[in-house]
Nanobody, 126 residues
Framework: QVHVEESGGGVMQAGGSLKLSCAAY????????MGWFRQAPGKGREFVAA????????FYADSVRDRFIISRTDIENAIDLQMKSLKPEDTAIYYC???????????????????WGQGTQVTVSS
């Protein structure tokens, strides 16, 4: 079984920065991609960013492009999400997800991912 854990959420004023971290633990037989999704109050879960681990290609939602950076860390099966120029509309629970690469779907689609963390709250005040 694989366990995914996020950390780094918190409260920040608009214009500020936060870094989220995520690590996958356990029997990871294949790690195709890791990504971040978020869910704001009263809304559905939406794609934020993802990284394909084989070639380190990154993918972003238009709403966060040029403000957020997703990257691998020196720790195996761990990623960071550096968020800057935060806006109140970035307020959400942020979920990290890990894909074995066996499911069908685009890298921006939740259906691709096999394991999910519990989420970490990010609140941006105006």
């Amino acid at each position: 079984q694989v366990h995914v854990e996020e950390s780094g959420g918190g409260v920040m004023q608009a214009g500020g920065s936060l870094k989220l971290s995520c690590a996958a633990y356990g029997r990871i037989v294949s790690n195709y991609a890791m990504g971040w999704f978020r869910q704001a109050p009263g809304k559905g879960r939406e794609f934020v960013a993802a990284i394909r681990l084989g070639d380190a290609n990154t993918f972003y939602a238009d709403s966060v492009r040029d403000r957020f950076i997703i990257s691998r860390t020196d720790i195996e099966n761990a990623i960071d999400l550096q968020m800057k120029s935060l806006k109140p509309e970035d307020t959400a629970i942020y979920y990290c997800a890990q894909s074995l690469g066996w499911r069908l779907g685009e890298i921006s689609e939740a259906q691709l991912y096999d394991y999910w963390g519990q989420g970490t709250q990010v609140t941006v005040s105006s």
